[in-house]
């Protein structure tokens, strides 16, 4: 069971892999729907990876309806728009589709982004 702290962890360790750390993360949540995993704040360092995992804390929270935990909402968001997919065409798709809570940190994905099989 992955916490949010170890998947911050992993991101660092390991950097051209962090999307699938962060979807070990997106599973785990899922399936044991377990606070310990968001209890405890990862450390601050990357804008961009910050505000994903943040958004992604707070979009499974909705989802699975577990209550935020509050030092979440202290995760700044993204200075700058960031898009995940370096695709220039399908930016507008990803502005108008990515899911708010990601969206109000300014970071912006398509709406699958988080559909695992």
Not at 24 to 47: C, N
Request: aromatic fraction near 12%; include cysteine; proline fraction near 6%.
């Amino acid at each position: 069971m992955n916490t949010a702290a170890a998947t911050k962890q992993r991101f660092l360790s390991d950097p051209q892999w962090w999307k699938i750390a962060l979807m070990d993360f997106v599973d785990d949540l899922r399936y044991y729907k377990d606070l310990a995993m968001i209890a405890e704040p990862f450390e601050i360092g990357d804008e961009e990876k910050d505000a994903v995992l943040a958004g992604v804390i707070e979009t499974l929270c909705d989802e699975l309806g577990l209550e935020i935990p509050s030092w979440v909402r202290e995760v700044p968001p993204c200075g700058e728009p960031s898009f995940l997919s370096n695709n220039e065409g399908i930016k507008a798709i990803a502005i108008v589709e990515s899911p708010v809570r990601l969206r109000l940190r300014n970071i912006f994905v398509w709406d699958n982004f988080l559909f695992r099989v």
